[in-house]
């Protein structure tokens, strides 16, 4: 029943303005967490907002195959393990299992594919393989091997906006490095601490960081890369720059058509960080707030833009959604008084909602948008227009639900209430159908 939208703009962080999604088969990877402890609030941003790109895609007839990975091998994964005197892989599989149980309680669709380093191994050595053979990787004297920024020269600091003279300048310097320079990353490291496999360049080692993802778009999408890249704003640098010089060193092309940053989120009004101890578990969250409060909140900012969470901002997002949902109950009941049963029916999205959201997603729009919607129903009512009415509020059910917001009223239970509010109103029995009203309110 919706539209196919042709007109998407996203803003790219390469181009720096806003581009037209073209593709009608939309590809895209977004990064995931390292999955050392439970996920915080700074990850779930990135979580909720290409869940509701996803949405909006596929309500607007797109096709979509949407990756986002799981890093299961890591330093601090390593660290967790040797504290806790347990495997690498229990812990990983732990907090991934954490996560995943976090991410279905917050509305989001399950992701197409969602691919583990430790199940791809054999995968990043051959990748790391072409890359030496093609000489945009070389291998130090102890077994590490190293990508080499040089071989990409041009294109690299394009996405982050940074010359390599300036990266060179605030770099620290190492003593007896081998490296040709010193951006260079790891592409494979040579070690014996932790989880490890033997290789083509040592006996135990592991893959780099950067080199995960940068395999992972290889291997599901090939050598044309993706239509929509992205995830955290902290990944733009090195994370995203490191991917894309790996995948245009090996194919000659951006891995990416648009790459998609989300913003940072404050805490009090600072910026989340372990020195400050401010980090907020997105466990703990959710023991206060209930999903539609956490994806109202998101809403209220463009998801480029910083975003401060606090009690008080979570309290009105809380009550926000509270209010819209007890709007959207008052005219069902409205309905029902009328002698006409509310029914979810299909509808088509409007124009105008799709209008806003081509516009860099904007989510702000689409939250004044339902507003203004709601807004109308008073007005509905007194003119007694209620098919348009249940046509309104089945609209915005759907634009909800493109936002991964959940309404869901069951309007049986509410019988009873109903029919003994009619008849007191009817009997002229005010009193009475003031205080039925008031519980009614309260739904």
């Known amino acids: 029943m919706s539209n196919y939208s042709k007109n998407l703009y996203l803003y790219d962080s390469y181009s720096q303005s806003k581009k ?25 941003r990135p ?3 290409f869940d509701v790109l996803v949405r909006f895609l596929l309500a607007t007839k797109h096709r979509v195959k949407y990756i986002s990975n799981i890093t ?7 660290t967790k393990a040797a504290e806790e005197k347990t495997t690498e892989k229990k812990v990983s599989q732990k907090y991934c299992d954490a996560y995943f149980d976090l991410a279905k309680k917050l509305n989001v669709r399950k992701i197409d594919v969602v691919p583990k380093v430790m199940e791809n191994i054999q995968g990043i050595i051959d990748y790391v393989e072409k890359l030496v053979k093609k000489n945009k990787g070389y291998v130090s004297s102890d077994g590490d091997v190293y990508f080499d920024i040089n071989s990409v020269k041009k294109y690299y600091g394009k996405l982050s906006k940074q010359k390599i003279s300036d990266l060179l300048n605030g770099v620290r310097k190492e003593n007896n490095s081998e490296k040709k320079s010193p951006l260079d990353f790891v592409l494979w490291k040579k070690t014996n601490v932790g989880v490890n496999w033997k290789s083509p360049w040592n006996n135990h080692g592991r893959p780099g960081w950067h080199t995960e993802c940068s395999y992972f778009v290889n291997k599901y999408f090939g050598n044309n ?4 890249h992205g995830g955290g704003i902290d990944l733009k640098f ?7 010089a790996q995948n245009i060193a090996l194919t000659n092309k951006q891995m990416s058509k648009n790459w998609m940053h989300v913003g940072h989120i404050m805490v009090n009004n600072e910026k989340m960080s372990k020195s400050l101890n401010n980090f907020v ?8 707030y209930d999903v539609n409060t956490i994806r109202w909140f998101f809403l209220q900012t463009q998801y480029e833009n910083p975003i401060n969470y606090s009690n ?3 309290e009105l997002a809380r009550s926000e959604i509270n209010k819209l949902f007890k709007t959207l109950n008052s005219f069902i009941f409205q309905l029902y008084l009328n002698g006409i049963v509310f029914k979810e029916k299909k509808v088509k999205l409007s124009e105008k909602f799709i209008e806003i959201m081509n516009n860099d997603l904007n989510f702000p729009g689409v939250v004044t948008l339902i507003y203004d919607e709601t807004k109308s129903l008073p007005s509905l009512l007194k003119e007694k227009k209620f098919k348009i009415i249940e046509q309104t509020i ?16 069951k309007l049986a239970k509410y019988i009873p209430d109903l029919k003994k509010w009619k008849k007191a109103n009817e009997e002229k029995d005010y009193a009475t159908g003031d205080k039925i009203r008031e519980k009614l309110a309260n739904i």
């Open 20 to 44: 037209i999604i073209k593709d009608k088969f939309v590809k895209i990877y977004c990064c995931g967490p390292t999955v050392y402890n439970h996920v915080h609030i700074g990850n779930l």
């Open 47 to 49: 979580l909720i907002t």
């Open 72 to 78: 299961d091998v890591d330093d601090k994964i390593i």
């Open 225 to 228: 890369g993706v239509t929509i």
């Open 238 to 244: 090195p994370h995203h720059e490191n991917e894309n």
């Open 281 to 288: 578990l997105g466990i703990d969250i959710l023991k206060v």
């Open 312 to 314: 008080a901002n979570m």
């Open 394 to 409: 089945n609209q915005v059910i759907l634009q909800l639900s493109i936002l991964g917001i959940v309404y869901n009223l």
